[in-house]
Structures are given as C-alpha cells and as structure tokens.
C-alpha cells in the first residue's frame, strides 16, 4: 500500500536532527551523569574529550577549556566520575554528546547534590538578591572574625591588618570551622557578634580546601545566621576557586581571607591616599599663595615712593592744572570778546544811520557809474552820428553842388527840370548854386544827347 504524501509529515535528515537536537537539548539542559571513563583525550588546545559508559552504554563528552580550569583533580582513565553537565547534538553527524561543567571522583555527588539542591532554594527564597546586600562602612573601625584562631587564615588576615597603619579595634570569635557542629557554631557567632551591637564589620572566613572540608560554610544555618546579620559581612572562604552558599548569601565574597583584609584596610588606605593628595595639593596651594603674596608684596614695595616725591608731583599737577585754568580763562575771555566784538559789528551793519550812508554811498557809486555809462554811450552815438552825417554828407546834393553842379528848378512850381524840352524859351527858372541861386530866363533850348542846356 503506497502511503498518502499530502497527509504525511515527511522530514529531511536535516530537518529531523534539528528537531532531535531541539527536543534534546531542551530538555536535558541540565543533567547529572554517573559513569566510567574511557577513551580520554587531553591535546593541546585544553578542551578534554572523553567517553561515558557503564556496563551496558556509553555516551561522548566534552569538557571545554573554561571549565576544565574549576576541576579539582586530574582525569584518569577508568576512573568513576560524577559529572553535572547539557546534552547537545552535533548536527553534521547526527551524533549526542554531554558537554560537562562539573566533574567529580564517585563519592562526592551526593554532597554537591545537597549544595545545589540548597543553593537553588535559598535563591528562590531571595537570600542573594543584591536588593538585600548592605553596602560595606567606608571606614570601619570594629572589626568581628568568625574563624578558626588556629588556622593560617586568621594568619594572614591579622598580617594585612595590622601591617597597613591602620588603627583598628579586631575581635576574634573562635569556632569549628569544620566537622560536626562547626555549621551551628559559625551560625551562633554571627549571632553573638550582632547581640554586642559594637562591630562596623564581620569577617567569617577559613583557608581553603575540600568540599568536605568547607561543607560547614554550605549548611542552611549558616546561610541565615549571613542574612539576618545586621552588621555587613564579608565571607573570605576557601581559594578563589571555592565557592560556598555563604558567599551566595554575604553582602560580599572575597577571593582569600587575604583578599577580604585586603578589602578592609583598601577603604582606609584609599582615604589615606586622598588625604596625602590633599595635603599636597594644599601645601602646594599654600605655597603658591605664599609666592603670589609675595610676588604682590614685591610690587608694592617697587611702587611704594618717597612722600615728598608725591608731593612735588601733586605741586607740578598743581601748577600744571593752574596754567592750563588760566590759560582756558584767557581763551575764553579772548573768544568772548570775540564774539563782542562781532556782535557789535553786526549791531553796526544793523544801524539805521550806517544803513544810510551805505546806501548813499552805494547811490554814489551807481550815480558815478551811471555818469560814466551815459557819457560813454553819449560819445558812442555822437561817433555814429558824425559817422552817418559824413556818409549823408557824401550822398547829399549839395556835396554835389560845392563840385560845380547845379540844381534847376521851373518857376514858380519849382518843378525839377531834368530835360531840355521840359522848359520854353522865355521861362523863367531857379538855379541853386553850391553857394546861392540864380533866377534866369530861358532864351534857347537844345535837345542834346548829352542832356546840356545853354542859357
């Protein structure tokens, strides 16, 4: 029977390992694994490669480089292990394999069960919320340690502290910090030191070693004895490695105890610091003070004078002032009698009797000239006269007559007689001489060509 395709879901190989890696992954994200190791690979790059079996499987695993550094012992082959880690799928072939965080020998699974069983419900509680951390006094001065007084870190604690020249008041509170009881001990310190209601600061803190070894640090007592505390406290617990619910719960984890006397005295040396700095900065500003005052002083003495040096100035700033008012006085003086003086002359220009004999003298002037223009236009018209007489005198008939000419004339009409013929003989006519005139009597005419006429 063929299967019906439009109704089947059918998968790539790509698709189903993805989907394989997707419900693996998301579902063992965070497993503990216990068995056999086999096949162990250390190479060069730091990453651990391994295999997991029992007697009826076995399983690939990986410890990356970064979580190799936090494993307390060397691998060996055969070895029973305890490993807390992720199932991923490498794709490309298909294969699960478990990428380890943890890896312990057999035997200690059942305590870091109960650590991480402990730590997760104290986080869900809200004990290392950072909301409830106190912040640390910025100069404490009482100092509470809840340690072991035989042990190294308590040591090396009291060496930073009392080796920084820092003026501090330490109180040790012994107690187990390990075996039976040493968890209500520890918690019961805690408890002690805030009834005294006197410290600024509590340490708790012991040197390093193994998980059994610091399990007192892991129990639930000593977790809340931390988180009722009302004076801030620092766990310094075990290496930098080593990591306890009490650090989870402190208001702050230091590495070492060294470290967390280190962080104490780091706020005083801090202080010391900026207080150094100050006092340098204020002596320099003192100093530079002193030099600027100095420097003034300097100035002042340089402009400091004789007073009769002054005085003489003030006597030739006097003198100085006195010729320059005078000498303003004089000018003002001389411009108003200036202005005096123009203002009479206009006064004068004004005057009815000055106005009059400006005009007189103004009328004499123009009668003058008048005198002079009528004469000379005078003479120009008596020069054109005699000009024209001379020029009518040469057109004139008598001009004529003074040459030996004649002007006749019948009587008594003294009709002009131009012609001969116009006459009879017998008829009297006048004659104009250049000089008088005669009265004369025709006795002949003649008709000549010439126009003459005897008498």
């Not at 060996?76 to 292990?81: F, H, L, R, T, Y």
Request: aromatic content about 6%; glycine content about 6%; hydrophobic content about 40%.
């Amino acid at each position: 029977m063929t299967p019906n395709h439009s109704s089947t879901q059918i998968f790539s190989v790509s698709a189903l390992t993805r989907l394989i890696k997707q419900q693996l992954e998301g579902r063992l994200a965070d497993i503990w694994v216990e068995g056999e190791i086999s096949n162990l690979r250390i190479p060069t790059s730091g990453h651990i490669y391994l295999t997991l079996k029992d007697e009826n499987a076995q399983v690939r695993a990986v410890i990356f480089r970064s979580s190799g550094r936090t494993i307390k012992f060397v691998p060996k082959e055969g070895q029973q292990v305890l490993c807390r880690g992720r199932v991923t799928v490498y794709e490309p072939r298909g294969e699960y394999q478990i990428v380890i965080d943890t890896l312990e020998p057999r035997g200690l699974g059942a305590l870091q069960a109960a650590f991480e069983q402990l730590k997760e419900r104290l986080q869900k509680e809200g004990l290392f919320d950072p909301s409830w951390k106190k912040p640390l006094p910025v100069l404490p001065q009482r100092i509470g340690i809840v340690t072991s007084p035989t042990g190294a870190a308590i040591r090396d604690i009291l060496k930073i502290l009392g080796g920084r020249r820092v003026h501090l008041q330490i109180l040790i509170h012994p107690v187990p910090v390990q075996g039976a009881g040493a968890a209500s001990a520890i918690a019961s310190a805690i408890d002690e030191l805030n009834e005294l209601d006197r410290f600024d600061l509590l340490i708790v803190s012991r040197g390093g070693g193994s998980l059994e070894d610091l399990w007192a640090f892991n129990e639930e007592s000593v977790a809340r004895a931390i988180f009722r505390s009302r004076i801030p406290v620092i766990s310094a617990i075990g290496h930098e490695v080593d990591y306890t619910i009490a650090d989870f719960v402190a208001d702050l984890r230091a590495p070492t105890p060294t470290a967390a006397a280190e962080i104490v005295v780091r706020s005083w040396q801090e202080w010391q610091d900026r207080i150094e700095i100050q006092r340098a900065r204020l002596n320099q500003a003192v100093r530079h003070c002193l030099e600027m005052a100095r420097s003034r002083l300097r100035v002042y003495q340089r402009s400091l004078r004789d007073p009769r040096q002054a005085i003489e100035a003030y006597l030739l700033r006097l003198d100085e002032l006195d010729g320059r008012i005078r000498q303003g006085l004089f000018n003002t003086l001389r411009y108003q009698s200036q202005r005096l003086r123009h203002a009479r002359e206009s006064l004068l220009h004004r005057s009815p009797t000055e106005r009059l004999h400006r005009l007189s003298t103004r009328a004499q002037e123009l009668t003058k000239q008048f005198e002079i223009q009528i004469g000379f236009y005078l003479r120009q018209k008596r020069n054109r006269l005699e000009s024209l007489l001379t020029t009518m005198d040469g057109l004139s008939p008598l001009a004529i007559l003074s040459r030996g000419y004649s002007i006749t004339r019948k009587l008594p009409e003294m009709t002009l007689i131009k012609e001969a013929r116009s006459v009879e003989p017998g008829q009297q006519v006048h004659v104009r001489l250049h000089r008088g005139s005669l009265i004369c009597r025709v006795d002949q005419t003649e008709g000549s060509s010439d126009g003459s006429i005897e008498v």
